[in-house]
């Protein structure tokens, strides 16, 4: 279960380069945030819980598996699923040079949208997402 303080969504992630968190100060939201060693996560990591087409629609295999832990995260207490692998990202919108949009759902609850970003730097990449019904501007 993850944290929360006066009804505010936290999520917390760490890797071993870093560690983070995201605080949503909007009562209500669920956001959900995860931070990764991209060398660590690897094409045969991330296709245990992925399919063949959202491996090939992902910008990297790095960028699929952390869209899918930041979605997993906020879908708490909404639509989230029992295992990762029950999510689908399937849309990628790139923002510029390693930053992309996306787009994820519940495979059993896709009412249940949820937008994210994605941002890569030479070591590290994190997630960032919150349900679609709540966007916020870039």
Do not use: M
Not at 3 to 19: E, F, M, Q, V
Not at 44 to 65: K, N
């Amino acid at each position: 279960q993850p944290p929360t303080l006066n009804g505010l969504s936290i999520s917390i992630s760490h890797c071993t380069l870093a560690g983070g968190f995201v605080v949503c100060w909007t009562n209500g939201v669920q956001v959900g945030f995860d931070l990764e060693d991209v060398a660590r996560v690897t094409p045969a990591i991330v296709s245990r819980v992925s399919t063949a087409e959202e491996l090939s629609a992902a910008p990297t295999p790095a960028a699929l598996w952390v869209a899918k832990e930041a979605t997993f995260k906020a879908l708490f207490k909404v639509a989230q699923p029992a295992v990762i692998g029950e999510l689908s990202v399937l849309r990628w919108t790139p923002i510029k040079d390693k930053i992309w949009r996306f787009y994820a759902c519940n495979r059993h609850h896709p009412t249940h949208e949820i937008e994210g970003v994605v941002d890569q730097t030479e070591n590290l990449i994190l997630g960032l997402a919150k349900l679609s019904s709540q966007l916020w501007s870039r």
